[in-house]
């Protein structure tokens, strides 16, 4: 009953909006949080590699991942896409952190194909196109330090909680929020979400109305000080390990960039795309994580062992084998299909020391199918 009413929401939302005539022609604005590859760039160290080893964690790196995959599936939609950058490694000149990795940010006329991360020249941009819609990407981090046991989803935009400085905001918010915490494959750590979305200053501790920009913009967000309807959007939190292993495999955030652009979609009364996907995570049924990099929380999937390069075959509904998914060595068992027809299909997961399992799944078009199997070791 909760599920419905979710959707009529959404649906009631969605359809009140001046723009609810789908995405073609609709300018989106994607930023991919930070930037570069310094210290600003929250770098963190893996199972498998140390702090500031490009190979490890960045959170600007999965920004993009998850940016580039939102990019391709509004441009399919015929949305106009303008992103603050494109690629991962730029720096603001006189950064004292850069690295050997870094280049000095571009800046050109707002066709895309920029790399630019200097937090008032993309307010200024959105500000001067006026765009139809805004999104910053990133995921999060507690204050209490690394290792600790939150992950949950927010989203801010400019002002106080309640009071949207640029109006839409709260709206946009609402009916993105349910589609990208769709989530199974995560551990959420609370199960209360009405309070993670939120004005910049009310969460950040402002004192309303704030300091004003060179533009004339008040808020906390250096990147939301325009006129134009956004937020910032915490996908999840990169400090509680688990998550931050699964955010190692590109397609996971690929994932969650379809399930931003589902929010999107939903907001412009978009046309729901004819494909589905398959997503899930393959771990053990019988031994628990054990490594001091993943400080899970108890009693939750994440307590289970993932297991690296397991096998994932995928078999159509005449039983032939169309695909495979060879899963990385990252301590986070994810396996993906992208692009898949609806239907019935088989999977089969394989991996050394393990017993083979099989299971049926149905793939809808515009929904992901999740699969959590648990692999027993084999005699």
């Not at 299909?345 to 793939?363: K, N, R, S």
Request: hydrophobic share 35%; glycine share 8%.
């Amino acid at each position: 009953m909760k599920k419905f009413l979710l959707s009529i929401i959404i649906l009631a939302i969605a359809a009140t909006s001046a723009n609810a005539k789908g995405l073609k022609g609709k300018v989106i604005y994607v930023n991919p949080g930070h930037g570069g590859w310094t210290v600003n760039d929250r770098p963190h160290a893996t199972v498998n590699y140390q702090e500031m080893d490009t190979m490890s964690f960045f959170e600007s790196k999965t920004c993009l991942w998850k940016a580039l995959e939102l990019r391709d599936r509004l441009k399919a939609a015929k949305a106009k896409v303008i992103m603050s950058r494109t690629t991962n490694g730029w720096v603001s000149e006189g950064d004292k952190n850069k690295t050997i990795n870094d280049r000095y940010e571009t800046y050109n006329d707002g066709t895309g194909q920029q790399q630019l991360i200097t937090l008032f020249k993309i307010a200024s941009q959105v500000d001067s196109i006026n765009p139809d819609y805004f999104i910053a990407m990133h995921s999060n981090a507690t204050g209490g330090g690394d290792g600790k046991k939150v992950n949950y989803l927010l989203y801010m935009y400019r002002g106080e909680t309640g009071n949207d400085y640029a109006k839409g905001s709260i709206d946009r918010a609402r009916v993105a929020f349910p589609y990208v915490y769709d989530n199974p494959l995560t551990v959420w750590t609370t199960a209360d979400t009405s309070q993670y979305i939120a004005g910049d200053l009310t969460w950040m501790g402002g004192t309303p109305p704030g300091t004003p920009n060179a533009l004339g913009y008040t808020g906390w967000l250096a990147v939301l000080k325009h006129k134009v309807p956004s937020f910032l959007v915490e996908g999840s939190f990169h400090s509680y390990q688990p998550e931050r292993q699964r955010l190692m495999n590109r397609d996971y955030c690929r994932m969650e960039g379809i399930r931003h652009f589902r929010g999107i979609n939903a907001w412009f009364g978009g046309k729901p795309e004819k494909h589905g996907y398959i997503a899930g995570t393959i771990k053990s049924a019988d031994e628990t994580a054990d490594h001091p990099l993943y400080n899970y929380k108890e009693g939750t999937d994440d307590q289970w062992k993932p297991i690296n390069r397991a096998i994932v075959y995928l078999l159509d509904s005449r039983n032939v084998r169309i695909r495979h998914y060879l899963v990385d060595n990252e301590w986070n068992g994810f396996f993906g299909f992208f692009y898949l027809k609806p239907g019935k299909y088989t999977l089969v997961y394989e991996a050394p020391g393990y017993e083979t399992q099989t299971e049926q799944v149905v793939v809808e078009r515009d929904r992901t199918t999740y699969c959590k199997p648990r692999l027993h070791k084999s005699n």
